[in-house]
Structure formats: C-alpha cells, structure tokens
C-alpha cells in the first residue's frame, strides 16, 4: 500500500499538496478529513478531495467505481461539475493511501480539498489547453490554406506532383495537431481501454485515428489500398472545434469549483494571536483554541467565530449571510469566520474554531449539494454508458455498409458517427443547470443541501408558513398607547424608555427601540417577573425628579383589567397613580406581506400553522394577506395537516425556523428553514435562507422553476441534436469537420443554456 503525506500544515496550508509520500499520518490526512458518526462506533471519516484528469462526464462514474471497490470505503460521490468527490471510509480497514491509489491507478490524480494550490494548478491546466487550442487553431489554417486550391481547380488544373506537395504539407502540419492538440483524448482513451471500459472519449479518439491514417495511407501511397482521399482538413478543423467546445466548457465549469474553493479558502492561513506576555505572535488558524484573542488586520478574514472585544470596525458578511452591505461591529458583537474585517484591526476573543463555526457548516452544506445528484442526471448517467456501446457498433456499421461501394465515404461515416455522437450534452444538461442555480442561490445567502429538491420546489402548489419566528421577528413591536388625560403618549413613552433602558426583557427592549430621546433614569431597580422601578427626571419639571414603576398591573398598583388576545400590556404609574398603557405584540417582518402576494401571484397557495392561539394567529395572518390560518397546533397537529394536504394530491412547501417542528420538516416535499440561527450542521431542511428574508421564499420557487424549464430545454436540445445528426452521419452526409462542430456546439450550448441561472439574481 502506497501511503499519503501532505506537507506540513503549519508551512503552508492544511491539505496543500500532493497526494504522495511514504507513510499514512493521521495528523496529514486529518487537514482535508473529519470524523462523522456517533461516540462508539468503529471510527468512520469522510474525506473531501480535489480530482485532476476529468474530461467527460462519465468520469465521474469510473471513479466512484474504482472507490466503491475498495475494502473499507464506504461510498463515494464525484461531482463533474466541481471536479470534487467526497469520499467516506473506515479507519480500521483502509487508509487514505489505499482508496487514493485506486483513483490513480484508474488514471487520475487527486489533492485535497483545502489545497492553497488549486487554483493555480488550474490555471497551468487552462493555459495547456488554450495552448493546444491554439497549435489546432494554427495548423487547422494552414492546412485549409493548402486544401483550397484542390476545392476551387478545375480537372487537370493541378499537377501530380503539386497536389502531391500540397498533401505532404497538410501531413506535416496535421502532425502537431494529433501529437500535441489531440493529447486529451488519446491519454483518456487510453486509460478507457486500460479499464476495460468504454468512456466518452474513445469514440472520438478512435475517430480521429481513422481519419489520420487513412488520410496518411493515402498520402505515402495514393494507389494503394486506401485511394487518394485525404481528410486533413477536416480532421484539423473538427480537432479545434473540439478543443474550443472543450475549453469553454471547462472555463465555464471552473466558475462552479472556483467559487466553491474561494468559499473553503476564505480563512487566513495564519492570524496573530495574544501571547502571555502582551505581544502577539502570528501562529497557524489550527492552533487556536476557544478563549485564545487574536488580532485581525483589515483586508484579512476572521479565522473563527467570536466576539469582538474592543474597538469598532465593518465586517463584510455577505457570501455567509446574505447581508450585501457592510455591517458595523462594536465591542461585544459577535463575528463569523470566513467573513472580512474592512475598517479597523480588530480584537477578537475565540469562541467556536475548526467544525464547530458557521462557517464549518455553510461549506459543509455547499459541498453535500456539490455531490447530490437529481434524478434527472442519475437517469443520464445510466444512460450515456450503453450509448457509448451503440455509437461504437453504429459507426462500425456504416462503415461496413459504404466500404463495399465507396471506402472513402465509408471511413468519413465512421468518423462522423464515432464524434458527432457522444453524449456529453445529455450528461451535462442536468447538474451544469442545478450547479449554476444553487451557486447563484448561495451568492443570495440561500443555501441549497439537496440539489433533488430544486426539481421538487418547481412543482410546489402549497406553501405552510410557521409563525413565530418566521412570518415574525424575534422581537416585540409597540401597537398602541393609551395614556392619561394631561399626558401625551411621546411624554409617556420617553418616560417609560428611560426605565425600560436598564433591562434586556422583550417587552423592555420593544419599548426603548420606540422612543424617539429616552429621558434619564437613576435608582433603577427590576424585580424579576414583575416590573421596574426607579426615578426619572423631567426636563419640564427639573427639581422634582418622577418615581415610576412599569411593568404588569399589579406591579403598579393597578386592578387587573380585560386583556385582548395575543396583546402584551405594559403599564406605567407614578406616585399619582396610572400614567399610560403600552400594548406590544410580535412584530411582522416588513417584506412578509410582499413575499406572500408574490407567492399567490405564482399560483401558490399559502397557509399560516402555529402553536399560539387562534386570535393572534388569525390577525397575523390577515396583517400578512394569508386566507387559512390554524393556531393552536400542537407538532402532531402540523404533521397532521400537511400530510392531509399531501393526500389531496398537493405537493406542500413547508418554511419555518428549523429550530422546532422537525417532523414535519421531514415529512412536506420540500422544506425551508428561515434565520441565521439556524444550526447548519444540524438542520434537516432542504434550503437554508441565512438572512432570514422572507423575499427570498418566492425567489426561490421562480429559480426552481426557471432550473427546471431551463434542464427540459438542455434534454429536448440533447435529444434533438442526436436525432438529427446520427441519420445524417450513417448516410456519409455529414463532414467530419461538421461532427466536431455539432458535438462542441451541443455541450457548449447546454453549459451557456445553464449559465443563464447564475446571472438570475432578480427576480426572474
């Protein structure tokens, strides 16, 4: 067994490196690798890897099965799009060194995840290719130079030994082309046949060979066996219609790995901590620890999640939150890891690190949808490896049918069948769409964990709001104020917020928010339950300072009175007796009535479920414009009320806090957990909205159905192009150049179709 050794993480960043090295170290492997399963159990990991050498989307599927054979690997996931696979594995039965040589022995290479030098392997990737673009791009101009005379001639009007030479010269040119241009498909149809399988490169290299020796045959002996036909025109030309569908789908996949590896790499590789004796000495992020305060420059990320314990700066939460603005921090705010100090150095005291952080989960949750695969693509890839078997018999057999009346139009209708019809575009249509939606769901602050659940979300007719927490802010809004005759309610309401100041009560809070210039209070004092009590001074009145009290009526000496349903009254006294009454109630979220009018304007129904009783509900609900309201459900009365809906044959959304409620979280088609509080390594909901905009919800449904029409429209076009295309190959009516540019053309256009989702970022 070959072993795993990544360079040390304190010298450049956990991960980075190759996956080489002469022993298995637990300390190395750890750096791209955690521990998943429960307290006791045989230990299980699941890593995530980088992998080099995809070229087609039936890659993926070779590697999962070269891990899956391996003992001691779990299961294995390989996302195309993202270049990734997410691998779990058994400690005590295999290491990292054993799975990971069955990935190099099937032909590819791997790195970790948290490379620091992905992106620059990348790039020297990219510039090979566009440098055999380019050779293609050159020769292919040359050679069609050099064919044109023999289009535009007139019988006769060359002689021999010119055409001879015009040949000789397309054979020398067309050299670089196959030797260094076709170096992709060759070195994938290679490691094909050195598996034993059939990948979606093999038509094409075994194309492009044909081509080039029959058109070389014919060049060293043009009365041989072979004729006098040559095809280095068309065989340059389809090679760098190839490389250019090839190379701007790559670069246009790159988007996808490139943003998720600009997620994962957001934290700094080193930060400087506070030391002993009051300096600080710039140390590696995995050695710090909880209650570890460290010093963050502006420009640099927050390598943890804490609080702020002095100063003030803007930290720049926008990929983690949603929240596109700067927001300001004061000492004692929290902050996130992975976001940005922008203003100020900034003191931090460490509370959460490593996969305890938000941030752990929010790349956690991107990377489980990475490797999710719909049941559309799933249906693909199961297709598109018998299809690779019937393009090689098709070809086979055109060539048997035209070599006995014309062998040269028998070797270009092999050609033309071998190439035109590989089903790169069918296998790509589903996750480059899914892919492109979920990242621009995420630059939004919406997290995607199921990409299965974008086709789920396009058929929702229902939509079930929790209330509390949801529809409502996690705060009390003041409603009303009755006040006592000789006092005005702004007077009552300043007085009230210079005791409500001292206390951190909801209802306290809500009151001390409302008041415009709260005035002075001094002798404060709360009696847990009931109220405050305490001396205010009136600037109307400066010598004689007031003694109120606020809270419940009995607190301020006052009968208890009717009370309406749902309405929290705060009372104010004074010595004198009753001075006003503030009635407080939940707050409704600003966009919450925008978000279920643009709900309804889609065709969806929407309901209100909540546990608090029916008043309030039904008055929150009519403040929100929903029509059906229940209050007083209990956890079991939910579940049972989407699962009746269910059985109507309506296919139900349920949004709520992702808090509570969690049966029937699991039990709607598709579920929505709204708010940052939301425990990300925990939730079970399908999308997570992080900055708990309720705008978000009817968003979402439109770019669900916008992922869905835009996948039909890449597998109706995927289908359209076969079924036009095969016919013309098998009847030798298709040019080889043409099959390149059909084939380059039918990828490249699901690709940009799919990247139409990621400029979606309004509301359509």
């Given at each position: 067994?070959q072993?795993?050794?990544?360079p040390?993480?304190?010298?450049?960043?956990?991960?980075?490196?190759?996956?080489?090295?002469?022993?298995?170290?637990a300390?190395?492997?750890?750096?791209?690798?955690?521990?998943i399963?429960?307290?006791?159990?045989?230990?299980?990991?699941?890593?995530?890897?980088v992998?080099?050498?995809?070229?087609?989307?039936?890659?993926?599927?070779?590697?999962?099965?070269?891990?899956c054979?391996?003992?001691?690997v779990?299961?294995a996931?390989?996302?195309?799009?993202?270049?990734?696979?997410?691998?779990?594995?058994?400690s005590?039965?295999?290491?990292p060194?054993?799975?990971?040589?069955?990935?190099?022995?099937?032909?590819?290479?791997?790195?970790?995840?948290?490379?620091?030098?992905?992106?620059?392997?990348?790039?020297?990737?990219?510039?090979?290719m566009?440098?055999?673009w380019?050779?293609?791009?050159?020769?292919?101009?040359?050679?069609?130079?050099?064919?044109?005379?023999a289009?535009?001639?007139?019988?006769?009007?060359i002689?021999?030994?010119?055409e001879?030479?015009?040949?000789?010269?397309?054979?020398?040119?067309?050299?670089p082309?196959v030797?260094?241009s076709?170096?992709?498909?060759?070195?994938?149809?290679?490691?094909?046949?050195?598996?034993?399988?059939?990948?979606?490169?093999?038509?094409?290299?075994?194309?492009?060979?044909?081509?080039?020796?029959?058109?070389t045959?014919?060049?060293?002996?043009?009365d041989?066996?072979?004729?006098?036909?040559?095809?280095?025109?068309?065989l340059?030309?389809?090679?760098f219609?190839?490389?250019?569908?090839?190379?701007?789908?790559?670069?246009?996949?790159?988007?996808?790995?490139?943003?998720?590896?600009?997620?994962m790499?957001?934290?700094?590789?080193?930060?400087?901590?506070?030391?002993?004796d009051?300096?600080?000495?710039?140390?590696?992020?995995?050695?710090?620890?909880?209650?570890d305060?460290?010093?963050?420059?502006?420009?640099?990320?927050?390598?943890?999640?804490?609080?702020?314990?002095?100063?003030?700066?803007?930290?720049?939460?926008?990929?983690?939150?949603?929240?596109?603005?700067?927001?300001?921090?004061f000492?004692?705010?929290?902050?996130?890891?992975?976001?940005y100090?922008?203003s100020?150095?900034?003191?931090?005291r460490?509370?959460?690190?490593?996969?305890?952080?938000?941030?752990a989960?929010?790349?956690?949750l991107?990377?489980?949808?990475?490797f999710?695969?719909?049941r559309?693509?799933?249906?693909?890839?199961?297709?598109?490896?018998?299809f690779?078997?019937?393009?090689?018999?098709?070809g086979?057999?055109?060539?048997?049918?035209?070599?006995?009346?014309?062998?040269?139009?028998?070797?270009?209708?092999?050609v033309?069948?071998?190439?035109?019809?590989?089903?790169?575009?069918?296998?790509?249509?589903t996750?480059?769409?899914?892919?492109?939606?979920?990242?621009s769901?995420?630059?939004?602050?919406?997290?995607?964990?199921?990409?299965?659940a974008?086709e789920?979300?396009?058929?929702?007719?229902t939509?079930?709001?929790?209330?509390?927490?949801?529809?409502t802010?996690d705060?009390?809004?003041?409603?009303a104020?009755?006040?006592?005759?000789?006092?005005?309610?702004?007077?009552?309401?300043?007085?009230?917020?210079?005791?409500?100041?001292?206390?951190?009560?909801?209802?306290?809070?809500?009151?001390?928010?409302?008041?415009?210039?709260?005035?002075?209070?001094?002798?404060?004092?709360?009696?847990?339950?009931?109220?405050?009590?305490g001396q205010?001074?009136?600037?109307?009145?400066?010598?004689?300072?007031?003694?109120?009290?606020?809270?419940?009526?009995g607190?301020?000496?006052?009968?208890?009175?009717?009370?309406?349903?749902?309405?929290?009254?705060?009372?104010?006294?004074?010595?004198?007796?009753?001075?006003?009454?503030?009635?407080?109630?939940?707050?409704?979220r600003?966009?919450?009535l925008?978000?279920?009018?643009?709900?309804?304007?889609?065709g969806?129904?929407?309901?209100?479920?909540s546990?608090?009783r029916q008043?309030?509900v039904?008055r929150?609900?009519?403040?929100a414009?929903?029509a059906?309201?229940?209050?007083?459900?209990?956890?079991?009365?939910?579940?049972?009320?989407?699962?009746?809906?269910?059985?109507?044959?309506?296919?139900?959304?349920?949004?709520?806090?992702g808090?509570?409620?969690?049966?029937?979280?699991?039990?709607?088609?598709?579920s929505v957990?709204?708010?940052q509080?939301?425990?990300?390594?925990?939730?079970?909901?399908?999308?997570?909205?992080?900055?708990?905009?309720?705008?978000?919800?009817p968003h979402?449904?439109?770019q669900?159905?916008?992922t869905?029409?835009?996948?039909?429209?890449?597998?109706?076009w995927?289908?359209?192009?076969n079924?036009?295309?095969?016919?013309?190959?098998?009847?030798?009516w298709?040019?080889?150049?043409?099959?390149g540019?059909?084939?380059?053309?039918?990828?490249?256009?699901?690709?940009?179709?799919?990247?139409?989702?990621?400029?979606?970022?309004g509301?359509?």
């Amino acid at each position: 067994m070959q072993a795993v050794r990544l360079p040390a993480p304190p010298a450049i960043a956990p991960g980075a490196g190759a996956l080489s090295g002469p022993q298995d170290d637990a300390t190395d492997w750890t750096a791209f690798s955690r521990p998943i399963g429960e307290a006791g159990q045989p230990q299980r990991w699941e890593s995530q890897i980088v992998i080099e050498g995809m070229h087609c989307a039936a890659c993926p599927i070779t590697i999962e099965q070269a891990l899956c054979r391996v003992p001691g690997v779990e299961s294995a996931e390989v996302s195309a799009a993202g270049a990734r696979a997410r691998v779990v594995w058994r400690s005590a039965e295999v290491q990292p060194a054993g799975w990971l040589g069955a990935i190099r022995r099937a032909g590819y290479r791997a790195w970790p995840a948290t490379d620091a030098f992905a992106q620059d392997r990348r790039r020297r990737q990219q510039r090979l290719m566009l440098w055999r673009w380019l050779v293609a791009g050159f020769c292919m101009m040359q050679v069609m130079m050099y064919a044109v005379p023999a289009y535009v001639a007139a019988p006769g009007e060359i002689t021999p030994d010119i055409e001879q030479l015009l040949r000789w010269a397309s054979w020398v040119l067309t050299l670089p082309v196959v030797l260094f241009s076709c170096g992709p498909f060759f070195a994938s149809a290679a490691r094909d046949l050195a598996q034993r399988r059939i990948g979606m490169d093999l038509p094409v290299a075994l194309g492009i060979v044909i081509a080039f020796a029959a058109s070389t045959a014919a060049t060293f002996s043009p009365d041989g066996w072979w004729g006098r036909e040559v095809w280095f025109d068309s065989l340059t030309m389809f090679v760098f219609f190839l490389l250019t569908g090839r190379w701007l789908e790559q670069r246009l996949k790159d988007r996808t790995a490139g943003a998720l590896d600009a997620l994962m790499q957001r934290l700094p590789l080193s930060v400087e901590r506070l030391e002993a004796d009051g300096s600080f000495r710039r140390v590696a992020i995995h050695r710090l620890a909880p209650g570890d305060v460290v010093r963050v420059l502006p420009g640099e990320a927050f390598p943890a999640d804490g609080v702020l314990t002095d100063g003030e700066t803007l930290a720049d939460e926008a990929l983690l939150t949603g929240e596109s603005r700067p927001v300001p921090k004061f000492a004692g705010a929290p902050v996130i890891a992975g976001s940005y100090n922008l203003s100020a150095p900034a003191r931090v005291r460490i509370e959460r690190v490593g996969q305890d952080t938000r941030y752990a989960g929010i790349v956690a949750l991107m990377e489980q949808a990475s490797f999710d695969k719909p049941r559309l693509a799933v249906l693909a890839d199961r297709v598109a490896r018998p299809f690779l078997a019937l393009v090689l018999l098709a070809g086979a057999a055109a060539a048997a049918w035209w070599w006995p009346s014309d062998p040269a139009r028998a070797v270009m209708a092999a050609v033309a069948v071998l190439i035109v019809t590989c089903p790169c575009a069918l296998s790509l249509a589903t996750p480059a769409a899914m892919l492109a939606a979920a990242g621009s769901l995420a630059r939004r602050g919406v997290l995607v964990r199921r990409l299965q659940a974008l086709e789920a979300l396009a058929g929702i007719d229902t939509v079930v709001f929790d209330k509390t927490g949801t529809l409502t802010q996690d705060r009390m809004a003041l409603n009303a104020i009755r006040a006592r005759a000789g006092v005005s309610p702004d007077k009552a309401l300043c007085l009230a917020a210079a005791l409500a100041r001292h206390s951190l009560h909801p209802a306290s809070r809500a009151l001390a928010a409302a008041a415009a210039m709260p005035l002075q209070a001094t002798d404060v004092k709360e009696t847990m339950g009931q109220g405050l009590s305490g001396q205010v001074l009136d600037p109307s009145q400066p010598a004689s300072p007031l003694r109120l009290r606020l809270g419940s009526a009995g607190f301020c000496g006052l009968p208890a009175g009717p009370r309406p349903g749902g309405v929290l009254q705060v009372h104010l006294s004074s010595d004198a007796g009753w001075l006003a009454t503030f009635e407080l109630e939940e707050a409704l979220r600003p966009e919450a009535l925008a978000a279920v009018q643009a709900l309804r304007e889609a065709g969806v129904q929407v309901q209100l479920l909540s546990g608090d009783r029916q008043w309030p509900v039904q008055r929150m609900a009519r403040c929100a414009g929903i029509a059906q309201a229940f209050g007083e459900c209990l956890p079991q009365d939910k579940l049972a009320h989407v699962q009746a809906l269910q059985r109507q044959g309506r296919r139900v959304a349920m949004v709520g806090d992702g808090l509570n409620d969690g049966p029937v979280l699991a039990c709607a088609d598709v579920s929505v957990a709204m708010g940052q509080g939301v425990p990300l390594a925990q939730a079970q909901a399908d999308f997570v909205v992080q900055g708990g905009q309720l705008l978000e919800v009817p968003h979402l449904l439109r770019q669900a159905r916008r992922t869905l029409r835009i996948v039909r429209q890449n597998l109706l076009w995927a289908a359209l192009y076969n079924a036009l295309c095969v016919p013309l190959a098998l009847m030798g009516w298709l040019p080889a150049w043409a099959a390149g540019l059909g084939m380059a053309a039918s990828s490249l256009l699901v690709v940009l179709n799919a990247l139409r989702l990621a400029r979606a970022e309004g509301g359509g």
